[in-house]
């Protein structure tokens, strides 16, 4: 038998609010953020009232994190996992911990248009198999790298510590790991001059032919999606313990 990771009330709600906002622009990522925190509040619910997890061991959510990189650039993951550790002795004060974080991307415009002329979305293996939407998970990913190191250098992550960080372009994602970082590649970004802004779809088609497959795709709002964001937040809440 396979373990429910959230009841079937949680995961149709999930599910409708995906299908609504897929009507909405497709190049707005705003909306995306309430998806996330709608998805994330749920999960911890069901820890705190089925798993019987206290609210001390879990995590709460920061959007937008203030990280200042190198080359007098920000790094600002969409959101991050987080913790706020207890004092190690009587003189010592509580420190800010990040487990995992979450970068988001708005949906792929043509893959989404035609969510309006059929019954649901694209399905995960249509969209994996999507050149512009594994170019954006690519481009995603180098912020993703960039923002870790920059948690690493605000001390949130110690620097051979291995995170775990969601990539999504609109409801469907990839989850990756990142860190354990050398000091030469420490000092090594992405070349992009704004960590989170919006990216020209004509420069990712140029791009869509030169990619390889992507790893297995998820989407928000199925059983499918809900364990492999429970996955990611267990992930994220054993390196805070670590804490």
Same mark, same amino acid.
């Not at 030169?210 to 790893?215: A, F």
């Given at each position: ?9 949680a ?13 909405? +622009? ?7 953020y ?16 089925? !798993? ?22 920000? !790094? ?20 800010l911990?990040?487990g995992?974080? @979450? ?23 249509? /969209?994996? !198999? ?32 291995? /995170?775990? @960080? /969601?990539?999504?372009v609109?409801?469907?994602f990839v ?7 050398? +000091?030469?590649?420490?000092l ?19 791009a869509a ?14 059983e ?12 994220a ?7």
């Amino acid at each position: 038998m396979v373990l429910k990771i959230l009841s079937d009330e949680a995961l149709s709600n999930l599910h409708r609010l995906v299908l609504r906002t897929l009507l909405l +622009d497709p190049s707005d990522e705003s909306p995306w953020y309430g998806i996330i925190d709608e998805v994330l509040a749920e999960h911890k619910m069901h820890a705190i009232v089925f !798993a019987r997890v206290s609210r001390d061991s879990l995590f709460f959510v920061i959007p937008q994190l203030f990280c200042r990189s190198i080359k007098r650039r920000y !790094a600002r993951p969409d959101m991050a996992v987080a913790r706020i550790t207890k004092p190690t002795s009587p003189s010592g004060v509580p420190r800010l911990r990040v487990g995992g974080g @979450w970068e988001q991307k708005p949906a792929i415009k043509d893959l989404m248009t035609a969510v309006k002329g059929r019954k649901g979305p694209p399905d995960v293996k249509e /969209v994996a !198999a999507d050149g512009e939407f594994i170019v954006a998970i690519s481009h995603a990913s180098g912020q993703a790298s960039d923002q870790v190191k920059a948690a690493i250098r605000a001390h949130y992550i110690n620097q051979t510590q291995v /995170v775990c @960080w /969601v990539l999504a372009v609109g409801p469907y994602f990839v989850v990756r790991t990142y860190g354990n970082f050398s +000091d030469a590649e420490m000092l090594t970004t992405t070349s992009r001059p704004n960590d989170s802004g919006d990216y020209e779809v004509t420069e990712l088609r140029k791009a869509a032919a030169r990619v390889p497959k992507l790893e297995r795709v998820y989407m928000l709002g199925t059983e499918d999606g809900a364990r492999k964001v429970y996955e990611f937040l267990r992930g994220a809440t054993r390196v805070l313990d670590q804490y």
